[in-house]
């Protein structure tokens, strides 16, 4: 049955086995696209995870089934095995990581799967290279260098945001970088034209390898702590190409099909972010932002006032419209349910409560809508900041919570502020502030936080969880 063959009108021939792998294909990418689509909102996010994961796993299956070689061979049942080993290896690998994983450790982790995606791509590159049959060289060499660099500069991405690395910056490097891009290209230019005769080939091949990786550590070495949101986010997209290119090699449609899907949804994250972080791709690439270079301007700051919890409370309670602005610091401190009970309590007592979303608030894009979602804070009190900004001055209370860089008012009035021009929540046009936040320390662009010795700014000291828990328990007994 499966040897079936159809002939078409150009003298083409296929077998069933053909025909049902591509369909699969098809079928496979449809997933991906679906998959993504859902994913663009909290409520069916899972859902989108489940049925672009249905459509990899269909494309695995009939490719081990159905799959031949340029000589008609389908794959070897050792080979079978052996591939299907190695997958469940790793897939039992995978979900025991991402089960440990704690929600701030999310862009370390988005960053060694990167690393990962980018080594499978970049070796199936490196061997298809040294293959004399492979008529698609340029394609090749090109998989292996992305995916090369993808995987050594992810690694290096990995290891500083988990602290394993520090910022190595040198005004030396940027020419150092240049010069490896440039002899890149010349290499595989080179490798290209020589030819599979050529005897050296092999040699230079795994030069370029080497350059490759090398340039990916050096490439992500230098960047600031503050833009590795931004960096990981490029080397997810480099992961996609590479997928990609290897597709090509292979002229497989759904490896294909799914790497530009990456490729191109990394683009745009990455595009977001820098517009969202008001900052040029090239700027984050070539500029130091955050790491505390940056002094403090002169100016009388003001002194800082504090609240305490009953004040607090009463202040919340007996309000018309609480904004909670929620920061890194919430996720840190894992607050997001007792947020919620807050917002409960005081929605019960006829508080108007929404939630200001800022765009880069966290430590990835998203991450206080998913913390949010996760403590089941209805999606429609999640207001982003273009929407929530022309209320601000209606609003009694502004809460921030564990927010700072997002809530500076440099990046609206001091040119001198490495965040000048990123957009912010405008807290300070509320009628109350609040901060919850455990002392003075700085945020992730390193930098001080005038906002925090207004005039109308009360300080409520402490960890998010432990000051939302003290203030429930004393709004429950008002
Ligand atoms: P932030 O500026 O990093 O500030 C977080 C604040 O939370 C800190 O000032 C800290 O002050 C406080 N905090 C930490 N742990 C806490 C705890 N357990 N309880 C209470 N408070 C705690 O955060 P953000 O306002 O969300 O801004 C995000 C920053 O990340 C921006 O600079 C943004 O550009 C950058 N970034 C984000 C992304 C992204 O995709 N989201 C990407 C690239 C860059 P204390 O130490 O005094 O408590």
């Given at each position: 049955?499966?040897?079936?063959?159809?002939s078409?009108?150009?003298?083409?021939?296929?077998?069933t086995g053909?025909?049902?792998?591509?369909?699969s294909?098809?079928?496979?990418?449809?997933l991906?696209?679906v998959?993504?689509?859902l994913?663009?909102?909290?409520?069916?996010?899972r859902r989108?995870?489940?049925?672009?994961?249905?459509?990899?796993l269909?494309?695995?299956?009939?490719?081990?089934?159905?799959?031949?070689?340029?000589d008609?061979?389908?794959?070897?049942?050792?080979?079978g095995?052996i591939?299907v080993?190695?997958?469940?290896v790793?897939?039992v690998?995978?979900f025991?990581i991402?089960?440990?994983v704690k929600?701030?450790a999310?862009?370390?982790?988005?960053?060694?799967f990167?690393a990962?995606?980018g080594a499978?791509?970049g070796?199936?590159?490196?061997m298809?290279s040294?293959?004399?049959?492979?008529r698609?060289?340029?394609?090749?060499l090109l998989?292996?260098?992305?995916?090369s660099?993808?995987?050594?500069?992810s690694?290096?991405?990995?290891?500083?945001?988990?602290g394993?690395v520090?910022d190595?910056?040198?005004?030396?490097?940027k020419?150092?970088?240049?010069f490896?891009?440039?002899t890149?290209?010349?290499?595989v230019?080179?490798?290209?034209?020589?030819?599979?005769?050529y005897?050296?080939?092999?040699v230079?091949?795994?030069?370029?390898l080497?350059?490759?990786?090398l340039?990916?550590?050096?490439?992500v070495m230098?960047?600031?702590?503050?833009d590795?949101?931004?960096v990981?986010?490029?080397l997810n997209s480099?992961?996609?190409?590479?997928?990609a290119?290897a597709?090509f090699?292979?002229?497989?449609?759904?490896?294909?099909l799914?790497g530009?899907?990456?490729?191109?949804a990394?683009?745009?994250?990455?595009?977001l972010?820098?517009?969202a972080?008001?900052r040029?791709?090239?700027?984050?690439?070539?500029g130091?932002?955050?790491g505390?270079g940056?002094g403090?301007s002169?100016k009388?700051?003001?002194?800082i006032k504090?609240?305490?919890?009953s004040?607090?409370?009463?202040?919340?309670?007996?309000?018309?419209?609480v904004?909670i602005?929620?920061?890194y610091g919430?996720?840190?401190a894992?607050?997001?349910?007792?947020?919620?009970e807050l917002?409960?309590?005081?929605t019960?007592?006829?508080?108007e409560v929404?939630?200001?979303?800022?765009?880069v608030?966290g430590?990835?894009?998203?991450h206080?809508?998913?913390l949010?979602?996760e403590?089941?804070?209805?999606?429609?009190?999640?207001?982003?900041?273009?929407?929530?900004?022309p209320?601000?001055?209606?609003?009694?209370v502004a809460?921030?919570?564990?927010?700072n860089?997002v809530?500076?008012?440099s990046?609206?009035?001091?040119?001198?502020s490495?965040i000048?021009g990123?957009?912010i929540i405008?807290?300070?046009?509320?009628?109350?502030?609040?901060?919850?936040?455990r002392?003075?320390g700085?945020?992730y662009?390193?930098i001080?936080?005038y906002l925090?010795?207004?005039?109308k700014t009360?300080m409520?000291?402490g960890n998010?969880k432990?000051?939302?828990q003290?203030?429930?328990t004393?709004?429950k007994?008002l």
């Open positions: 049955m499966m040897n079936e063959i159809f078409m009108a150009d003298g083409r021939t296929f077998s053909d025909v049902i792998l591509e369909y294909y098809l079928l496979a990418a449809i991906f696209v998959g993504l689509k994913q663009s909102h909290p409520n069916t996010a989108g995870n489940f049925w672009a994961g249905a459509g990899m269909l494309a695995i299956i009939t490719t081990l089934f159905f799959h031949k070689d340029n008609g061979n389908f794959i070897k049942l050792f080979n095995i591939i080993g190695v997958i469940l790793g897939s690998i995978g025991l991402a089960r440990k929600m701030t999310m862009p370390q982790l988005v960053s060694f990167n990962t995606g499978a791509s070796l199936v590159a490196l298809e040294y293959n004399l049959q492979n698609a060289i340029l394609v090749t998989g292996m260098v992305i995916g660099l993808t995987f050594s500069g690694m290096i991405a990995y290891g500083k945001l988990d394993k520090g190595i910056f040198s005004p030396v490097m020419y150092v970088n240049i490896l891009l440039l890149i290209t010349v290499l230019i080179f490798i290209f034209y020589a030819g599979t005769s005897q050296n080939r092999n230079f091949i795994l030069v370029l080497g350059i490759s990786l340039y990916g550590v050096l490439f230098p960047i600031g702590g503050a590795m949101p931004v990981i986010s490029l480099f992961s996609g190409i590479a997928a290119l597709g090699i292979y002229n497989n449609q759904a490896m294909i799914g530009i899907l990456v490729g191109a990394g683009t745009i994250l990455t595009v972010m820098c517009k972080m008001n040029s791709l090239l700027n984050v690439i070539v130091a932002f955050g505390g940056y403090v002169e009388d700051i003001g002194t504090e609240i305490s919890v004040d607090a409370s009463v202040l919340l309670s007996y309000t018309k419209k904004v602005i929620p920061g919430l996720a840190v894992q607050a997001q349910h007792i947020c919620s917002d409960n309590l005081l019960e007592k006829g508080v929404k939630y200001a979303i800022h765009p608030a430590r990835m894009p998203g206080m809508n998913v949010l979602a403590a089941d804070v209805p999606y429609e009190k999640l207001i982003e900041m273009d929407n929530i900004n209320e601000m001055p209606t609003v009694d809460l921030i919570i564990g927010a860089d809530v500076n008012p990046a609206l009035n001091d040119k001198s490495p000048y990123m957009p405008n807290a300070h046009e509320a009628k109350n502030i609040i901060v919850m936040k002392g003075m700085k945020g662009a390193a001080e936080n925090f010795y207004d005039d009360k409520l000291f998010a432990d000051s939302l003290k203030l429930v004393e709004i007994n």
